[in-house]
């Protein structure tokens, strides 16, 4: 399987959430996980606020950027490029979509055209039920 890693999937596997445990295995089952430079911006964003608010210690954020580290280099990274920019600019079939939430659908349904049958791994319900609209294949079920 080939999966679209959308930030709170990734989110909720670096801070340990009730979930972790089947994303992490969902994320190493896969043959190929690919996701946004935004993802990855998004996750490291969320450490450094929750470790600077309390919410989670410095130690575990660092923790979870180790994580995120390790993980990145074997993925693709696609860029928020003009292409990218461009479709999410397009309607949705399920608006309103946040614009960030755009950026990650115009990705996954731009990486969709070299890989068939990427599926979609996010916990984010709006991002979820576009994406099932889209035609893709939504993890976890």
Do not use: N
Request: glycine fraction near 6%.
């Amino acid at each position: 399987m080939t999966l679209y890693a959308e930030s709170s999937a990734v989110l909720a596997w670096l801070l340990g959430e009730p979930s972790a445990v089947a994303l992490r295995g969902t994320l190493g089952r896969a043959r190929l996980v690919t996701t946004s430079a935004l993802t990855l911006l998004e996750c490291q964003r969320t450490l450094a606020r929750a470790a600077s608010s309390g919410r989670a210690a410095y130690e575990e954020a660092s923790a979870a950027r180790a994580l995120l580290t390790g993980a990145a280099p074997h993925w693709i990274v696609a860029d928020i490029d003009g292409a990218v920019l461009a479709r999410a600019g397009e309607p949705f079939p399920l608006e309103p979509i946040r614009t960030l939430d755009a950026i990650h659908l115009a990705t996954a349904l731009l990486a969709r055209t070299t890989l068939p049958d990427l599926a979609v791994l996010s916990l984010d319900r709006r991002v979820r039920d576009c994406a099932l609209r889209l035609g893709f294949r939504v993890l976890p079920q």
